[in-house]
């Protein structure tokens, strides 16, 4: 990737944070899971379809995100070690027995946050993918989507790590959570893997790869230069260290022989 691009997606990054696109984009995440929660709801009543129990489905769907936004600012402002289901409920302007029928410990809450904020990142890759461009491009373009993710989201961003370390510890627990989160894990890699194969198409990446272990190697290789990048703690270092990342990914699996 030459620098004046590297140089692009970083002012890209200033750009979108100023602009407020967090709202927008958050919806997007916050309806697909209102859907699943309304519909499970439904799920729940006979087959008798009365408004009242629609209204009911509503009403769940809209409290499990009532609750979920209030969970955001009292986690952004207190941490997860510090935050108590006490304080998020009374964010939530709730009932602490209501909060336990939503999620029965701070660890479901986290992980739900991991699946919203999953779904947001997967909306905004997906649309990177519809672009009408090369498969070398949408690669790019796919590291620089989640560079801005992570500027706008942080707390997103550490919920994902959060549920990578459950995934290794705590697997037992919250098991229809983490199955749900790593459903959206295998989207994210799957958009990888299908902008690969459009370059392998098109001829700007080398065809030699497998793209499925090329598309694992990079997700896994990007996980490993984030973390790196966030132990440093200095938001310039974290930049450069994941646009240089972007760059040795595109340079090592650009095709040469038809790429300028």
């Known amino acids: 990737m030459p620098t004046g691009v ?11 944070v100023q602009s407020g696109v967090q709202t927008e984009a958050q919806s997007e995440a916050r309806s697909e899971i209102q859907s699943r929660v309304q519909s499970e709801a439904q799920s729940e009543t006979s087959s008798d379809a009365s408004p009242t129990k629609s209204d009911a489905g509503t009403a769940k769907s809209n409290r499990h995100d009532q609750i979920l936004d209030a969970a955001e600012v009292v986690l952004r402002n207190r941490g997860f070690e510090k935050a108590t289901m006490d ?4 964010q939530a302007d709730v009932a602490k027995g209501t909060l336990y029928l939503y999620f029965k410990n701070k ?45 706008e989201y942080p707390l997103y961003f550490t919920t994902f790590g959060y549920y990578e370390r459950v995934l290794m510890h705590q697997a037992g627990e919250n098991a229809d959570l983490i199955e749900r989160c790593e459903k959206q894990a295998e ?12 370059g392998m198409q098109d001829g700007s990446v080398n065809p030699e790869f497998d793209p499925e272990e090329l598309g694992l190697t990079i997700w896994g290789a990007s996980k490993g230069v984030i973390h790196m990048a966030y132990l440093k703690d200095k938001q310039t270092g974290t930049d450069t260290m994941i646009t240089n990342f972007i760059r040795i990914i595109g340079s090592g699996i650009k095709n040469d022989e038809m790429t300028p």
């Open 6 to 16: 590297v140089s692009e997606a970083q002012l890209e990054v200033q750009s979108d």
């Open 87 to 90: 304080e998020i409920a009374e």
């Open 107 to 151: 660890h479901a809450i986290y992980l739900s946050l991991s699946e919203r904020g999953s779904m947001l990142l997967n909306a905004k890759l997906g649309a990177v993918l519809s672009r009408d461009q090369n498969g070398l491009a949408l690669i790019r373009d796919l590291g620089k989507t989640y560079l801005r993710f992570i500027h």
């Open 187 to 198: 989207i994210a890699l799957r958009t990888i893997v299908r902008a690969l194969q459009i």
